[in-house]
């Protein structure tokens, strides 16, 4: 259920008046708060999928296996345990679906702690703010405004094992605060409210290639497992975007100044694909996508009406590549590909990146046809400060 689609209640009484502004009609945009278009698998909070920080936003979208910083809270927890300095902090920001809106954003604090040369905790917060929202009844009559907004706080634990391993495992709340609490057909609307958890690893290897140093890494992170979501008392509830990433991650170090890093992520959602019904509701292919959480996502794997080949559309691709200067001055490109069939998201990234002293300032940009893309144009900043106690 994403929540630019949600239903007659949540779409008319809360979102109709957005789009409107910004386009005229509802029925063109059919667009997700992540991004993807209505051909997208629905899930409750799709802002959770939403890349928060630049660096990995410059590149495509990827992250899960890149060098480690304090926004591997989001991105593969487990990566943490590798983390230098003793406390970092990030923060990101980013105005977001400017193609249909005004005043909508996402902002992310991520903070990590490194107890020891094995042991580091994680804390972040996401939260994203839909704007000032026009509210007008069943028979178009001013409503007042409301401001709804989204939520989720996490916390982390990640550990090595050798020098070349770790785990993490990350336990999150998440809010979604959409209703003004109206009756619509006999039912109370609410705030959703789930846990999730994340469990994740990463494995990075100092080598040699083409007679140069070289650091191979692997990560995987299986994110948003959790409980379901509802949004009306006694109502029906939905998935979280249970989603599984891995990537790979290969950065040469090409003399002593300077390193160049290329990084490719698969993603696929952990939740079951909507079966293909007949004009009565009866399932005519595909299976029912009424079920558990952990039947949804072990049967996230084979359940698509279209078999085999519409499971390899459910995976969306990132990869990225940057360029460091004496680990002060970063360029930064990426492309990030869904299928026009499971969400339409393809765009590409440009970023830079520089530090000075204990700071990191990293831009990103993401071009996209405007006419194709409610991405287009959209704009990522992160500030981030390491502070090495030693």
């Not at 609490?181 to 705030?191: D, E, P």
């Not at 007679?211 to 299986?222: E, M, Q």
Request: with cysteine; proline share 4%; charged share 15%.
């Amino acid at each position: 259920m994403n929540f630019l689609k949600l239903n007659a209640f949540f779409w008319g009484l809360l979102l109709m008046p957005v789009v409107l502004c910004a386009q005229g009609t509802v029925g063109n945009t059919g667009t997700s708060t992540n991004g993807s278009n209505n051909a997208g698998i629905n899930t409750a909070v799709p802002f959770l999928t939403i890349a928060p920080d630049s660096r990995s936003g410059a590149m495509g979208d990827a992250g899960v296996a890149l060098a480690p910083d304090a926004n591997a809270n989001y991105w593969n927890p487990s990566k943490l345990a590798f983390i230098e300095g003793q406390d970092n902090v990030s923060l990101s920001y980013s105005p977001w679906l400017r193609n249909l809106v005004s005043d909508v954003n996402l902002a992310y604090l991520s903070y990590a702690r490194r107890i020891d040369n094995r042991n580091t905790l994680g804390l972040s917060l996401r939260y994203f703010n839909l704007g000032n929202i026009q509210l007008i009844d069943a028979n178009q009559n001013d409503q007042g405004t409301y401001r709804p907004s989204e939520f989720s706080i996490d916390g982390t634990f990640a550990r090595k094992f050798g020098q070349n391993f770790s785990l993490g495992l990350s336990v999150r709340y998440i809010h979604s605060n959409l209703t003004t609490g109206n009756v619509y057909n006999g039912q109370q609307g609410k705030a959703g409210n789930a846990l999730a958890t994340d469990v994740s690893a990463y494995y990075s290897k100092p080598t040699q290639q083409f007679g140069k140093d070289a650091l191979l890494a692997f990560g995987a992170n299986f994110s948003n497992i959790g409980t379901k979501m509802s949004f009306v008392e006694n109502g029906a509830s939905y998935f979280l975007p249970s989603n599984l990433r891995i990537g790979a991650a290969d950065t040469w170090y090409l003399d002593n100044a300077s390193q160049f890093t290329l990084t490719l992520d698969l993603n696929k959602l952990l939740v079951p694909t909507p079966p293909i019904r007949d004009s009565k509701g009866n399932i005519v292919s595909g299976y029912d996508d009424n079920r558990s959480v952990p039947a949804g996502i072990f049967g996230s794997f084979a359940d698509a009406p279209g078999g085999f080949s519409e499971e390899l559309k459910e995976i969306s691709y990132a990869g990225g590549a940057e360029y460091g200067y004496n680990k002060r001055f970063f360029v930064r490109a990426g492309y990030f590909y869904e299928n026009p069939t499971k969400g339409n998201r393809q765009y590409s990234t440009i970023g830079a990146g520089f530090k000075y002293d204990i700071f990191n300032l990293d831009l990103a940009y993401l071009i996209a046809s405007q006419q194709k893309s409610a991405l287009a144009n959209t704009l990522r900043f992160t500030l981030s400060v390491n502070f090495d106690r030693k």
